[in-house]
């Protein structure tokens, strides 16, 4: 790993460290329950809604005034749990379960890239090499767009009055801001594999026509 860490140019290692702040990015706002939060108020000193991620929601008191019993939730729970399906018409909005979907697809593409870097320093032999770098640039591209399209989703209706309750104290939270880090970060990089690929492909290229005329002084 550390050879060809050596070997890579400089355009390369670069791209790796901003490819590991997109990793990281992209994981934190998954995995955190901060993309929708409530802003306590004078007028609404201790909402019953606290804060919300892809897949925790978090309440202070919340019940839900159509169940024939008064259910009241506390706590950080993870949504898909059998104690929200009370609430559940509620809490899985056809717009949060295409953005839970899309960016799912983009934590997924996300680790096949780190599966494919992983490799192309570990195993990978040097005729492969070029095709690998174009797969973790197309791979990161179709991941970042899938992003983008999540983040569109929640930012056009995450805060919107259909969704959580008091949503006029509801904004999006950090979270939600690391997922547009880690979405322009893999674009980013996506476009520098590319090009790493095409500066290895004319390197070959420029090796393999100077053999040749090597070869052909050579018999004469």
Avoid at 11 to 36: D, E, M, Q, R
Avoid at 38 to 67: E, I, Q
Wanted: glycine share 8%; proline share 3%.
């Amino acid at each position: 790993m550390f050879t060809e860490l050596t070997e890579s140019t400089l355009l390369f290692k670069g791209n790796l460290a901003v490819l590991c702040v997109s990793y990281l990015s992209t994981i934190i706002c998954f995995f955190s329950p901060y993309w929708l939060q409530s802003f306590p108020t004078a007028k609404l000193p201790r909402p019953k809604f606290t804060n919300l991620g892809l897949w925790h929601a978090c309440f202070d008191g919340f019940h839900d005034k159509g169940h024939q019993f008064e259910v009241k939730f506390y706590g950080c729970k993870h949504i898909l749990l059998e104690e929200y399906d009370i609430i559940r018409s509620e809490l899985s909005k056809p717009f949060f379960v295409a953005t839970q979907f899309f960016f799912t697809l983009c934590f997924v593409g996300m680790l096949l890239s780190m599966a494919m870097v992983l490799m192309y320093l570990l195993c990978i032999d040097d005729y492969y090499r070029v095709k690998v770098l174009r797969w973790i640039g197309f791979d990161l591209v179709v991941s970042a767009l899938c992003g983008t399209i999540a983040l569109i989703i929640f930012g056009a209706l995450g805060d919107g009055r259909d969704f959580m309750p008091d949503w006029e104290q509801n904004y999006l939270s950090w979270s939600f801001g690391l997922g547009f880090v880690g979405v322009f970060l893999m674009y980013v990089t996506a476009v520098l594999f590319l090009v790493e690929a095409r500066i290895m492909r004319r390197k070959e290229i420029a090796r393999e026509s100077t053999g040749g005329q090597f070869n052909m002084e050579k018999r004469v």
